[in-house]
Each structure stands twice: as C-alpha cells, then as structure tokens.
C-alpha cells in the first residue's frame, strides 16, 4: 500500500485524499493497489427517533438495492454483475451502510449506480410486500435468540426502556409500513449531510474525486441537524437476571461509561483493557477460562459510538459455572486496583495492540470498513495511521491510573441471562457479595 506517510506503522497508509462536497457528503480516499479492486463504503448516519423504528430503517435498507427508479432488480444486479461489483446495505440504530467491492476500470460506473440506488430507490408495493413481511419474520425470530435478549436486557438496564426502545427494531412497525412510509423516511435520512464515503484499494485520486462529484454532487443536502445522539449517561448497579428457562449456558454482560476515542486517555484505557481481558494472554481469559474452566467465551472490549464508549465485559459459561464466574469477573476488577497492570503487562499489551491493528488493517476491504467505522464515531481519518505512536506515547501509570478509575466493580451494572431454576441455588450459596456489583 502506498500513500503519504509520517512515521507509526508503513503498513497503514494515511488516506490520500479527505475532503467534503458543498453539500455536506466527506469523501476519503486511500490508494491501495493491491489488486485490481476498489472497496466502497458509504455511511449516512442519522438519529434515533421514535420507539421501534430502527425496522422502517432496516426495511429501507433492505430495498435500497432492489432496483432503482430507471430499473428493475434484475437490471440492476445484473449492471453490477457486469462491472464485476457487489453491493449490500444494511441500518441499525445510528447509521445507514453500503459495503461493497468493483473491478478498478468499473469505478465510475459503479458509483453512478450506487448514487442511482441511494438517490432514487424504488419504492413501489410489489417490491416493498415481500421485504415488508421477511424483515418482519426475521426482527421476530432474531428476538428470541440468547445474544439478542442479552443485548436487549443490557441496553435496558444501561439507558431505561424508553432509550432501549429507540435502538432495537419493532417487528409490528416494519410489517405495517407502507410504499409512502419510506418514501417520506428516504426523504428525511438519506441526505448527503454527514455522511461520509470511503473508497479504498486500487484507484487515482483525483479521478476517483472527480466521479464521486460528478454522480453524487446533486445529492440533496438533506437534515443539517438529523445526526446520531451519544446515549444517556448511565450508572453501575446490581446486575439484572433474565430468565430463560430451559438454557443451558449463561450469558453474563457487564458494561461501565469510559472514554470516547477522542479523549486523549482513551489510549491508556484500551491498554488497561487489553491487561484485563481483552487478549489472549490477558488476566481474565488466564483465570477464568484456562484456570478454573468456567467460560469458554469471555473478553472485555470498547464499544464505541458517535460521543461516548463503554466497557463491556462479556462471558458465556455453563449454568453451573455461573456464580463462581461471576465471583471470578468481580475479583479480577477489584485486582486491577490492587494489583495494577505491571511495566511487563503494560509493554505485551502495546506491543499486541499494535501488531494486531496492523494485522487487521492490512487489507483493502478490512481497511475501507476500519476508516468508515472511526469517522462514523468522530475521529479523524489519520486516527488508525496515528495509534502506534500514541500507544507508544502512553507511561505506565497513565495506565496505572486508568486500571484503578474504570475497573472498580461498583461502576459497572450488567445483566445475567440464565435458567433460573438452576442458577438459583448457586446463587444464595455464592452470597449476594460477591455478585452484585
């Protein structure tokens, strides 16, 4: 990969190009000639509104690519096909994505259809109908699966019911809306303000820009102010228990407020982080997995989103296991203060973070999807050039400090999903100390 550099890793290119249209669209564009392709990525965020309507969302992008005002499906995938392209959409809670991939020479072509789709869906009833009822069946069906009702319960217990609401799809809404419900939902999110485009892989610069102006330059510029919210504050607490009869594995999910990742403490924080749990050869993985054998799923991590982040923790164990697991989490919080990351720790953890990003950046596709990403949450396009040296940057007691603020037990509140009847008994021998956190 090619492209200007200013020290940090060679691997990660800076992007050659960042600049935004006057009507609002960020074009970033990375020189990438690793093989003849171009990988695409177009965001459009916007804001969560009403209950539930994160599925007229999904719907929308559901039909985005089932044809356009000037052609059926078939024409369009079939125009795709042509210039050796694929393209897929899909939306949650904050954002509107396209993912996709051309043949280099087929760029402006398929960035013209691309704009078609974006631009001028087609929105007719015969081609609403069947999406309508699938994404309403599958918004059903995925609500009872064990990851889903932990998630659910997670964002309940963090943000209250009514800010859950707004962040997971009603599957009664998408069944009930109409060829005008998306019309008027096409009209007031997919603007050109805010969102970003990201073209990575085998291209020129400046003729890449200049077919990007030439499709999307009309785009309307749309709501100035329709951008996602970072979520409401929340508060450690006891954990919430969910049941589910019948389970045979727990699923345990904690979460506490951290740093966004444009706080400069934010790469201590992923440090500390990754000491915790969140690698390999981290504290946690050691203890409770390859020691005492009561997980086979666990980690810590960062979710990131527009304006905030949060610390999750996340471990699935058999129900058997799932007090003293939790015993186990809670324990390995309170040591991260008692016992805070040493100089060794610290060093493998930059060293890991470091090697790893590069790792997973090193491909075009991986590339595109990693700068979409940290636009989307507010960083800069240079974010990913720029973080071996800021982990380089950071002394062993900025992580010191970070490991005694953001791991105490009482900051994090999180929720347990389980068999009821079989965890209860583990429950009242275990004693409410050493589970509530």
Known sequence: MNGPETGGDARLPLPDL????????????????????????LTVPYAATGPGEVALRQLLAGLLLQGTAHRDADAFDTALATHGAALTAVADAHRFTVTGHTLADSLPAVLALLAET???PRLTEDVVAPERARLAR???LSSHQPAAVAQQALLRRRYGDEAAARRSPDPQLAAACTPDDLAELHERHLGAAGAQLVLVGDLRPEDALAAVTDVFG?????????VPQAPPPFTGGPMLWV??????QSMIRLATPALPRTDPGYPAL?????????????RLVAHLREEKGYAYQLGSGMESLPGASTLMIEADSAAEHTAPALAVIRGELERMAAEPPSEAEVDAARSYATGSIATAMSSPASLASGLANLLHIGVGADWLHGWGPMLDG???????EAAKRFFRPGGFTGVVVADASAVAPLRRGAGSAELDF
């Open 18 to 41: 960042d600049t935004t249209l006057p009507n609002g669209l960020r074009v970033v564009l990375c020189s990438a000639p690793v093989v003849p392709l171009v990988e695409i990525r």
């Open 118 to 120: 974006v631009l001028t």
């Open 138 to 140: 599958r918004i059903e």
């Open 218 to 226: 009309a785009w309307r510029t749309g709501a100035q102010d329709d």
């Open 243 to 248: 049941d589910r009869p019948g389970a045979v």
């Open 270 to 282: 992923h440090l500390a982080q990754l000491v915790f749990g969140g690698s390999f050869a981290s």
């Open 394 to 400: 950071v002394p062993h007691e900025a992580v010191t």
